[in-house]
């Protein structure tokens, strides 16, 4: 590994859901590095491109390792070899997107405070199983899903978590 993939890889080793609000132009090391975030925000006239075979090169920067699972294996071989330009819209259907919206950073902290308003336990868990299900088996994942699991249930933040939710308000949880 490299430094640079270390830059795109590393939001995918933090133990916290990280969110791209992206716009403007996302092309080459742009593209890879707004595909190491766990959901990924733009605009739908964002410009992007998997831009690095019009300079003779390869992606370097972890898209390798990032894009399966989001893009399928044709249309990504497609893109990698003719550098073509597709829109923020375009991204959604192709994977590389979670979603387009007009104003992505107003959406992205919106999503943030949402997902800050959960049990922080649940959430770090709920992200190493999902960074989990990328590489392992599934016998693996299914031992892996019991241990978190366990881990959580009857811990002070799922108890506040169950009772804030039948009591209709706000959790205050602690971290």
């Not at 994977?95 to 999503?111: H, I, K, N, S, W």
């Not at 978190?148 to 009772?163: C, F, S, V």
Request: hydrophobic share 50%; proline share 4%; glycine share 8%.
């Amino acid at each position: 590994a490299n430094v640079f993939q270390q830059v795109c890889w590393g939001w995918r080793t933090l133990a916290v859901p990280v969110i791209a609000a992206v716009h403007g132009v996302a092309f080459g090391g742009g593209l890879q590095l707004m595909s190491g975030a766990d959901i990924r925000i733009a605009r739908p006239d964002t410009r992007l491109s998997v831009m690095e075979m019009k300079w003779g090169i390869v992606p370097d920067m972890a898209g390798f390792a990032l894009w399966p699972g989001n893009v399928r294996d044709d249309v990504l071989r497609e893109l990698i070899y003719t550098a073509r330009e597709f829109s923020g819209e375009e991204a959604v259907g192709l994977g590389f997107v979670t979603r387009a919206t007009d104003d992505p950073l107003t959406e992205a902290l919106a999503l943030a405070r949402e997902i800050a308003a959960r049990n922080p336990e649940a959430i770090r868990a709920a992200k190493r199983l999902a960074s989990l299900s990328a590489m392992a088996t599934s016998a693996e994942i299914l031992l892996a899903e019991s241990r978190e699991q366990r881990a959580l249930i009857g811990t002070p933040n799922q108890i506040e978590a169950a009772a804030a939710g039948m009591q209709k308000r706000a959790a205050k949880f602690r971290d």
